[in-house]
């Protein structure tokens, strides 16, 4: 289990001053918090007050690692009460090792401890000696343990011989025997303490030398060295009350890398682990009781750690139903190494406090299986026992987490996974589906590595993947809980056992020739420094649920070597009902790639099921397995029809210390021209499935038509999922698929809508063509009766005949129009010469159908300065569906024309009028270039050519932000800084360009900083139309005015010279000032001219006035857009509930909220890492300051100026 790599000493300081930074970008972490270089100082002041924290905290004798000696009458009474069910597992533990001595203690020979993996007895010793300690009056299981430790004691390390260097043993023997050392203390003679003291102290050296010169000192959330610094802390803390000095070296370098460890973790989003739920749990029983010994000795309080307040998910969100097994993503047994009972029920105690944590804990215990697979291994089922006796908090009540009972989607957006029908019981209608497309080492990890923000971090180097499985676009399936397709859990690193594709010929194939999977594979661990290794990452594109069904779908074409030349490997799942699943691989690779065949694979580690051959209909090959005469089906076939035969096997591979046997599905396909489609159905015995086969294939997506129980289904795909444009053409929305089923069509994302009124309004009684081909029956009916009869006329028989025929033709020739202007087969294709035209006639049926018009969205985001708007840059840069451009900036700059925009806000309101009537033309011009032409707007922008004047004229607009000190620069000190900000405009420019030249039809979004746009959104509308999208973001004017008169020294009030802008705007006639040249004054701003002109007025009048004003005029004006072009925002719920406010704009966008803007925006908002300007730090807590900080008589005059329109925002009242 164990995978060791040595390395070099890396001294890294304790803990990291945190200072905001005003540097913008469309880099993924240019918004990070900057850490201060110069760390030697602070490393110093840290120390020393440590160690004055030392010298004032009692000694205290033993124990006292978890709790002091007058605790320990409270635990042997809760033994036996509120504790008792978890006091049972403990007895029952101890009476199964009491019952075999010869197999529980460690051996009485060296050699044959070392001989063997031997952290059991590390493992088993708290338990044991906890129990001993609940129980005194057990003499036997007290010698039991004495002997236990004695043999232990009198080895001469604790170490495995075959591994000599892999200190894991050593860190679970230490913990162990320093844990049980404490706990027995008063129940041992003085020779023995000094004994089992001294040997506590040899083995903390020795950890803490081998910790400055093995890998896993310096690889960060990494289970070998949360387990290692575990123990090393537990040795010093036991050590440290007879020799401090010594001890106290070992807790600086523990708390030194732990820190470190959880300001890594809180970057997480997820509360998720890279080395999946098997080692995840192995971590987190270190990383929760380094947590608690922190806080306890050290008054270190980590509690607020958002990592901690999402691990639940980890657990919760991972289970199979039946709370027996979990995802086996990354090296993994069936569930769990460690815990989760310790884990969650520490989580509930000190952080959730909801009940979520003991009920998962009682549900897991509960269905502990008693043999088979899933059984925990014996050398760790009991070894949190102990931990979780101590947290345990009966006081919670046990309670499922909302919305427990029905399958839903769970997504981990920094780990890459996503989830479906987990913790559930186990019934014929709970279904489970997985799904993996992450980066290496998580979002989190892997963007630390690539983007470098902080300098104690040595790439890849710092971090250790090795338990990483090549397994981007993998999934599992398990209709009725019974699985179907699983992972090949812990094993060696092998594409093939992850139900992934791999290619042939690879002119870089490694094993397995000529076939390669994904990179890093073809070792016992993945090779993480490999070439391309360190780039290599999947992408989920998309995850949504409606209903009972799911969609979700993974780009995973930069986990293959470049030398293939894929272009896209694009899996996509669709859970079409609890026991219907269909895959489809969309594969493009580039004309002159070297591979020719592609390879799938399908797993099942359930050794009494076999898959077997299977047919279906007679016409696709397929495979089946018999559960109990219950038959689970798959099939397969490409988009030319053809479905090979698979290749049945079974296999052994290594894991852990054992072989696991596993059986698999492999199916092999020609790529036989630059794109290939291969559909797979999986479906459960109860469902009945009559028909499936693609009735569309064109470059940008396909169409299947799938039979389930009678009813057909339409799936609609785009496979061009960067392609916003391809998206909206073929689908109609900006989604990425849909099933139309009876009379409604499912988008997912957005919804789901009924379509039998829309086909009513299309449905014709007699269509043209048939009218056409009634009247031209007629008159061939007619000829033939003339002929018939031979009558008589003056027109010659000739004559008339040729008339005859030439109408017919002249009909059949206007139905031959009529049906070609409604073509969208495929065949019409061949007629055509523009194919591209056709492709947006298919995309275009449904469409059509449903009577709607596509309309692209262009966001305008608009707001009073200082209301946060600026965080929903995370929702859309770095987006393959928007170019984020804030304005004005540099070479981004408002033109000048009659009406001259204030920065910070003005009175006037913009009509659509004024458009019509020709006002503001040069501005309507400039933001028709802007929006409509933005890639040849930004070509057109002349870089390093701005005159003196516009740059000087820049600087002043911006000179508040780039003040930074009273003294005065020298000339080549202004010109050096001058050329700095020149340069970094300029490559903002180039950013730009360069997403656009990826990403072409990304849509733009205008972020406005000035709140004078917040009146002016008719005037977008007038010139933008339908396809406007503004966010109005609005704050809670108590927050807003504590940020601008609170926040900052000297005060955001007077940065921007508040004052002086308002005296600015009110001293023209009547008050009205630049306004009064068209007549759009916003009445509501004649209070805020009266509070102004009073004497008496102070800041926080004036502002609350000023933000009744410009909200109320917002409101008022705004409220005549329509709902599809406007929607208000508020900040504090991006904050306190970003997921959920985050869908409600992408579905006002009419686009599915991608994964990866839900990981930005969970990290601006939960982490306390995002920095905001003139705002600081970011939280939910944070956003609340006002309340603490704010003299009460001021929110009270906010509170009694604001209220009613406060009232109607959902603001309530704080002092009454």
């Known amino acids: 289990m164990a995978l060791m790599l040595t390395g070099h000493t890396l001294f890294l300081a304790l803990m990291m001053f945190a200072v905001f930074t005003f540097e913008e970008s469309v880099s993924n972490y240019s918004d990070w918090v900057t850490f201060m270089e110069n760390l030697d100082q602070y490393d110093k002041e840290k120390l020393d007050s440590f160690g004055a924290e030392q010298k004032v905290k009692k000694v205290s004798l033993h124990p006292s690692l978890y709790f002091d000696a007058e605790d320990v009458h409270v635990l042997r009474q809760k033994a036996h009460t509120s504790h008792s069910h978890i006091f049972r597992t403990i007895r029952s533990a101890v009476m199964v090792m009491l019952s075999n001595p010869m197999y529980y203690l460690p051996p009485p020979k060296y050699v044959d401890f070392a001989a063997k993996w031997n952290e059991v007895y590390g493992n088993n010793l708290p338990p044991l000696a906890f129990y001993c300690l609940l129980c005194p009056e ?120 732990m820190e470190k460890t959880m300001f890594l973790l809180n970057h997480i989003v997820d509360g998720s682990l890279d080395e999946g739920v098997a080692y995840g749990s192995y971590t987190a029983k270190s990383i929760t009781q380094y947590v608690f010994l922190a806080q306890r000795h050290f008054g270190i309080n980590n509690l607020e750690n958002n990592w901690l ?194 290619f042939a010929p690879s002119p870089t194939s490694q094993c397995n020739q000529p076939w390669e999977g994904q990179l890093g594979e073809c070792a016992q661990w993945l090779k993480w420094i490999g070439h391309e290794v360190g780039d290599s990452s999947g992408e989920i594109i998309t995850a949504s649920q409606s209903g009972d069904m799911m969609f979700v779908s993974g780009e995973a074409v930069s986990a293959y070597t470049s030398a293939m030349k894929l272009k896209s490997v694009y899996r996509i799942l669709l859970l079409l009902n609890s026991q219907t699943l269909l895959v489809v691989d969309h594969i493009e690779k580039e004309a002159d790639s070297p591979v020719n065949s592609v390879s799938a694979f399908f797993h099942n580690l359930d050794i009494d099921f076999k898959y077997i051959p299977y047919k279906f209909k007679n016409k696709y090959n397929g ?45 092999t396909f020609p790529m036989k021209s630059t794109l290939t489609r291969i559909v797979y159905l999986f479906y459960g015995p109860y469902v009945n499935v009559s028909n499936c086969r693609l009735i569309d294939n064109v470059k940008s997506g396909f169409q299947i038509s799938l039979s389930v129980n009678s009813t057909e289904n339409t799936v609609s795909v785009v496979t061009d999922h960067q392609n916003l444009k391809a998206r909206f053409d073929y689908l109609g929305f900006g989604g990425f698929a849909k099933v139309v089923h009876e009379n409604k069509v499912t988008k997912f994302g957005l919804g789901t809508e009924s379509v039998e009124k829309l086909i009513k309004n299309n449905r014709v009684v007699l269509p043209f063509g048939f009218k056409v081909n009634i009247i031209a029956g007629l008159i061939l009916g007619v000829s033939l009766v003339i002929l018939a009869f031979q009558w008589r006329f003056y027109v010659s028989f000739s004559k008339m005949l040729r008339w005859i025929l030439i109408l017919v033709i002249t009909l059949w020739l206007t139905e031959l129009v009529d049906v070609w202007s409604m073509c969208t087969q ?35 985001i608009t707001s009073l300065p200082a209301s ?159 396809s406007m999208r503004a966010l109005y973001v609005v704050r809670d004017p108590r927050a807003w005015i504590y940020s601008m008169l609170y926040k900052n020294k000297p005060s955001l009030y007077s940065l921007k010279k508040v004052p002086q802008r308002l005296a600015a705007m009110f001293k023209w006639e009547n008050g009205k000032g630049k306004c009064s ?16 002109s009073n004497s008496n007025s102070n800041a926080v ?116």
């Not at 690889?219 to 123990?231: D, G, P």
């Not at 979520?356 to 050398?379: C, E, F, Y």
């Not at 035969?645 to 698999?664: G, L, N, P, S």
Request: hydrophobic letters at 40%; aromatic letters at 14%.
């Open 138 to 257: 057990d003499k036997a299981a007290l010698d039991f343990t004495v002997e236990y430790m004695d043999r232990m004691a009198a080895y001469k390390n604790w170490l495995v011989e075959s591994a000599p260097g892999d200190e894991v043993p050593l860190g679970h023997s230490l913990t162990g025997f320093a844990t049980a050392y404490d706990f027995l203390y008063n129940s041992l003679e003085n020779v023995r303490r000094q004994k089992y003291l001294e040997k506590i102290r040899s083995a903390s050296k020795e950890m803490f030398e081998y910790s400055k010169v093995r890998s896993w000192g310096k690889q960060l959330l990494h289970n070998h060295q949360a387990t290692n610094m575990l123990a090393l802390l537990t040795g010093a803390l036991v050590t440290g009350v007879d020799d401090g000095s010594q001890a106290n070296i070992w807790k600086h370098a523990v708390v030194d890398v």
């Open 309 to 502: 307040k999402m691990h639940f998910w980890f657990y919760y969100a991972t289970l199979l139903p039946g709370f027996q097994r979990t995802v086996g993503v990354a090296d993994s047994n069936y569930n769990w190494f460690y815990g989760p009972e310790s884990q969650l029920v520490f989580l509930d105690k000190f952080v959730l406090k909801n009940g979520a944590g003991n009920w998962l804990a009682q549900q897991i215990r509960k269905h502990r299986p008693k043999d088979g697979p899933m059984v925990p291994s014996t050398a760790q089922r009991w070894s949190t026992l102990h931990t979780e006796f101590i947290w345990y908090s009966a006081e919670i009540t046990p309670q499922p987490p909302p919305d427990y009972g029905t399958a839903k989607m769970h997504v981990f957006p920094n780990w890459g996974v996503v989830t479906y029908g987990a913790g559930l019981p186990s019934s014929q209608t709970n279904t489970f589906v997985s799904f993996k497309s992450g980066k290496l080492g998580g979002r989190a990890v892997y963007d630390i590595v690539h983007f470098q923000p902080y300098a104690w971090i040595d790439g890849w180097r710092s971090f250790n993947p090795g338990h990483e499985h090549p397994d981007q676009n993998s999934f599992t399936f398990a209709p009725n809980g019974q699985v179907f397709v699983s992972e090949a859990l812990y094993g060696p690193k092998l594409s093939h056992l992850n139900n992934v594709l791999v």
């Open 623 to 667: 495979a089946m397995m018999d559960v109990w005469d219950a038959h689970y089906k798959m099939f397969w076939f490409d988009h030319h029809g053809s479905s090979p035969v698979a290749r049945i096997q079974e296999a052994e591979q290594a894991a852990e210390f054992k072989k696991r046997w596993t059986q698999f599905v492999n199916v």
């Open 826 to 860: 495929p065949i019409c294709a061949k007629w055509s010469s523009d194919l591209t035209r056709l492709e947006h006639d298919e995309g275009n049926k449904d469409k059509r159908l449903e009577g709607t018009s596509i309309v692209f969205p262009d966001v305008i």
């Open 868 to 1026: 946060g708007a600026e965080i929903l840059k995370q929702l859309f840069f770095n987006s393959s569906d928007f170019l984020y451009m804030r304005i004005p900036t540099a070479y981004l700059e408002i033109p000048e024309s009659e009406f001259e925009i204030d920065s910070f806000v003005d009175p006037c309101e913009w009509k659509a009028s004024d458009v019509q009537n020709g006002h503001f033309h040069l501005l309507k011009g400039w933001l028709q270039s802007l929006v409509r032409d933005t890639k040849l707007h930004l070509q057109n922008i002349q870089l390093y050519e701005a005159s003196r004047s516009k740059i000087t004229q820049h600087s002043a607009i911006n000179k508040d932000k780039k003040k930074r000190s009273k003294k005065r620069e020298s000339l080549l000190e202004q010109r050096s800084r001058a050329r700095a900000s020149q340069e970094k405009d300029a490559e903002y420019i180039r950013e730009l360009r360069r997403h656009l030249v990826y990403y072409p039809s990304a849509r733009t979004v205008l972020s406005l900083s000035s709140g004078s746009w917040t009146l002016k959104l008719p005037f977008f509308q007038e010139i933008l139309g339908p």
């Open 1077 to 1092: 040249v068209n007549e759009g004054y916003a009445f509501e701003y004649e209070s805020l001219r009266k509070e102004f």
């Open 1101 to 1216: 009048s004036v502002l609350s006035h000023l933000w009744l004003a410009n909200t109320a005029a917002a409101l008022r004006i705004n409220g005549d857009l329509l709902p599809t072009n406007y929607l208000m925002v508020k900040f504090e719920d991006i904050v306190s509930f970003p997921q959920k406010t985050a869908e409600t704009i992408f579905a006002f966008l009419g686009i599915p909220l991608p994964p990866a803007s839900l990981n930005q925006i969970l990290f601006a908002t939960s982490t306390s890492l995002f920095y905001l300007p003139y705002e600081g730090e970011i939280s939910p807590s944070s956003i609340h300051a006002w309340k603490q900080n704010m003299p009460k008589k001021e929110i009270r005059l906010i509170e009694d100026t604001c209220f009613s329109l406060m009232e109607h925002l959902g603001y309530p009242k704080f002092v009454e």
